[in-house]
């Protein structure tokens, strides 16, 4: 008898979800997919548009789990700004935007007290959300406010959101993030503090995971995922008639990487199901990279001084 992953009668709020084009759509599908409850937090500007899509059906097409006929469903909503711990940590300009008018709860330790109110307790937390306001800007030209809101909402969210919902987990539950190879290697066109970002969140992932797993028997992980298209990653670097950054990764990705194959969104689902499932209770602090190999490459097969 093979083993299976049973999550029924878990719930798991995954922070991040606003289309179904991303890794965080994928890794709730793969959790509803071994029974979980899922539960998301969505970027308040978005907010509307993403409920409006999911009650037109939209996304039906992509809820679809692995029996064929069954959609995965979301069962609540949570308007979530990751950069705000506290109600009072909200500016004025923030309060007052048109984008978050008639919103309000919506920050972490205020999404984690209304979770709580609903459900109890959880046992899965997925981080699925960066932000950096100058990414396409090189290291040398960002400015002090771009890297450090690129910390803030790609690296410290992480932290502000364990710090919150880990009182409210279950005894052997589990959070997991997403990060990028950018973190220990040069990737050009990844800039405005992104790569110290990410290498923020997988630092913070080994201290969290020993802190987490003494205080409330938590496991922490983080996903090193490989390029994929989905909306947010297509906005980076976008230029009229040029390669998108994400479009040319993912060409360097299928050129180089040791698996010479397309990777798609269920691979970081399926990877992100193990990490969060009991297979893998004795694994944290782990960066588990998901990307065909090419974290393992010194050397780029197509590259000009390659050739014979």
């Given at each position: 008898?093979?083993?299976?992953?049973d999550?029924?009668g878990?719930v798991?709020?995954?922070?991040?979800?606003?289309?179904?084009?991303?890794?965080?759509?994928?890794?709730?599908?793969?959790?509803?997919?071994a029974?979980?409850?899922?539960?998301?937090?969505?970027?308040?500007?978005v907010?509307?548009?993403?409920?409006?899509?999911?009650?037109?059906?939209s996304?039906?097409?992509?809820?679809?789990?692995?029996?064929?006929?069954?959609?995965?469903?979301?069962?609540?909503?949570?308007?979530?700004?990751?950069?705000?711990?506290?109600?009072?940590?909200?500016?004025?300009?923030?309060?007052?935007?048109?984008?978050?008018?008639?919103?309000?709860?919506?920050?972490?330790?205020?999404?984690?007290?209304?979770?709580e109110?609903?459900?109890?307790?959880?046992?899965?937390?997925?981080?699925?959300?960066?932000n950096?306001?100058?990414?396409?800007?090189?290291?040398?030209?960002?400015?002090?406010?771009?890297?450090?809101?690129?910390?803030?909402?790609?690296?410290?969210?992480?932290?502000?959101?364990?710090?919150?919902?880990?009182?409210?987990?279950?005894?052997?539950?589990a959070?997991?993030?997403?990060?990028?190879?950018?973190s220990?290697?040069?990737?050009?066109?990844?800039?405005?503090?992104?790569?110290?970002?990410?290498?923020?969140?997988?630092?913070?992932?080994?201290?969290?995971?020993?802190?987490?797993?003494?205080?409330?028997?938590?496991?922490?992980?983080?996903?090193?995922?490989?390029?994929?298209k989905?909306?947010?990653?297509?906005a980076?670097?976008?230029?009229p008639?040029a390669?998108?950054?994400?479009?040319?990764?993912?060409?360097y990705s299928?050129?180089?990487?040791?698996?010479?194959?397309?990777?798609?969104?269920?691979?970081v689902?399926?990877?992100?199901?193990?990490?969060?499932?009991?297979?893998?209770?004795?694994?944290?602090?782990?960066t588990?990279?998901?990307?065909?190999?090419?974290?393992?490459?010194?050397?780029?097969l197509?590259?000009?001084?390659?050739?014979?």
């Amino acid at each position: 008898m093979g083993a299976t992953i049973d999550l029924k009668g878990k719930v798991a709020f995954i922070a991040g979800v606003a289309d179904s084009t991303g890794y965080g759509w994928a890794i709730a599908k793969a959790l509803a997919d071994a029974g979980a409850t899922i539960i998301v937090g969505t970027w308040p500007p978005v907010l509307k548009i993403f409920q409006n899509s999911l009650k037109r059906g939209s996304f039906d097409d992509d809820s679809v789990l692995s029996d064929g006929t069954t959609k995965m469903e979301i069962a609540k909503v949570y308007p979530l700004d990751a950069v705000f711990d506290t109600p009072e940590d909200v500016p004025d300009e923030i309060r007052q935007n048109k984008r978050y008018a008639g919103l309000d709860g919506y920050t972490i330790s205020e999404v984690a007290k209304a979770v709580e109110a609903d459900y109890g307790k959880i046992d899965i937390l997925v981080h699925s959300l960066a932000n950096g306001p100058e990414v396409t800007k090189p290291l040398l030209e960002t400015s002090r406010k771009g890297y450090l809101a690129a910390s803030s909402a790609s690296a410290y969210s992480a932290v502000s959101l364990l710090q919150q919902f880990g009182p409210i987990m279950n005894t052997g539950g589990a959070m997991m993030s997403l990060t990028y190879i950018a973190s220990e290697k040069v990737i050009p066109g990844y800039g405005g503090g992104m790569s110290s970002a990410k290498a923020q969140l997988e630092s913070d992932t080994r201290t969290l995971a020993f802190e987490a797993g003494r205080k409330w028997g938590v496991r922490v992980n983080t996903i090193s995922a490989g390029p994929l298209k989905s909306r947010a990653a297509s906005a980076i670097g976008k230029e009229p008639g040029a390669k998108t950054f994400i479009e040319l990764a993912i060409d360097y990705s299928n050129a180089n990487a040791p698996l010479a194959q397309d990777l798609y969104s269920d691979d970081v689902g399926n990877s992100a199901l193990f990490l969060c499932g009991p297979l893998a209770r004795s694994v944290t602090g782990v960066t588990l990279y998901v990307d065909n190999g090419l974290n393992c490459m010194g050397m780029a097969l197509d590259s000009t001084s390659m050739q014979q």
